[in-house]
């Protein structure tokens, strides 16, 4: 991250895989009467890497929507909260590395932090695309496994943004990112897209890059997030926790 920093910003988490040092950026903002409950806000900021050539000849995959844009809004979010300097919880901003290969970053996360402290995961993944809902609208995933959700809509009430329940279920999106491996812990973590699924393009090519992406609905997105987020930020609102025996019946 460049720029000047919350105060009280902290960054840690460090893993070696392959022999290559790899990091979980992670900072804090630490909260105020419930400053040992914390909630994160997370996305992942590896991608592929290099690939079979497009067109252009071009084999980089950049992952621009794919999740770029995700850590961006992680940014935006981290800068908005530290200027507002009134969450009652602490809040937790972490950029994980190594999802596509397996979530081995925030693997590594949880099980170096106390996944009894997390009230709640507001993972953001894919929202540089306008949703099938139209702008400022997103899915969350997992829906049914708590009341994350529910909470959400509620907050959003008489505003210009909605929150509905992944409608690309088929998919399994709700298990094909970082916040599987908190819910596995309990914790209400779900994520948050505008993904259309097979109807995103550019997904998984070199072709995703940053002028593909619809800068005015990511914005709205966030916006959204931040409203919705005020009321577990606040303590007047907690997430019902995820039942973990669900995971031992899938698996």
């Known amino acids: 991250m460049t720029g000047k920093k919350p105060e009280n910003w902290?960054?840690?988490?460090?893993?070696?895989?392959?022999?290559k040092s790899l990091q979980n950026v992670v900072g804090v903002l630490p909260g105020k009467k419930l400053k040992g409950q914390q909630i994160v806000f997370s996305a992942h900021y590896?991608?592929?890497?290099?690939?079979?050539?497009?067109?252009?000849?071009d084999s980089i995959y950049n992952g621009a929507n794919d999740d770029a844009a995700g850590v961006a809004a992680?940014?935006?979010?981290?800068?908005?909260?530290?200027?507002?300097?009134?969450?009652?919880?602490?809040?937790?901003?972490?950029?994980?590395?190594c999802e596509e290969i397996g979530y081995f970053g925030s693997m590594y996360?949880?099980?170096?932090?106390?996944?009894?402290?997390?009230?709640?995961?507001?993972?953001?993944?894919?929202?540089?695309?306008?949703?099938?809902?139209?702008?400022?609208?997103a899915g969350i995933t997992g829906y049914e496994h708590s009341d994350f959700g529910k909470i959400l809509q509620k907050n959003l009430e008489g505003s210009l943004y909605q929150f509905?329940?992944?409608?690309?279920?088929?998919?399994?999106?709700?298990?094909?990112?970082?916040?599987?491996?908190?819910?596995?812990?309990?914790?209400?973590?779900?994520?948050?897209s505008t993904s259309r699924g097979s109807r995103e393009p550019y997904f998984h090519t070199p072709d995703d890059e940053w002028d593909k992406l619809d800068y005015k609905n990511m914005n709205e997105v966030i916006r959204a997030i931040a409203i919705s987020a005020g009321g577990i930020i606040s303590g007047k609102d907690t997430p019902t926790r995820i039942d973990v025996n669900m995971f031992r019946i899938r698996n």
């Open 164 to 192: 509905y329940p992944d409608t690309l279920k088929r998919m399994n999106l709700f298990y094909m990112s970082d916040n599987i491996t908190l819910a596995r812990k309990g914790i209400p973590a779900h994520t948050i």
């Open 74 to 97: 992680v940014i935006q979010l981290a800068n908005h909260f530290a200027r507002q300097k009134n969450n009652e919880r602490s809040l937790v901003f972490a950029a994980f590395t």
């Open 46 to 57: 590896d991608h592929v890497g290099i690939g079979k050539p497009n067109n252009e000849n």
């Open 109 to 137: 996360f949880t099980r170096h932090y106390d996944s009894s402290r997390i009230v709640a995961d507001f993972n953001i993944e894919m929202i540089g695309s306008i949703s099938e809902n139209g702008m400022g609208a």
């Open 10 to 19: 902290s960054v840690e988490y460090q893993q070696r895989i392959e022999k």
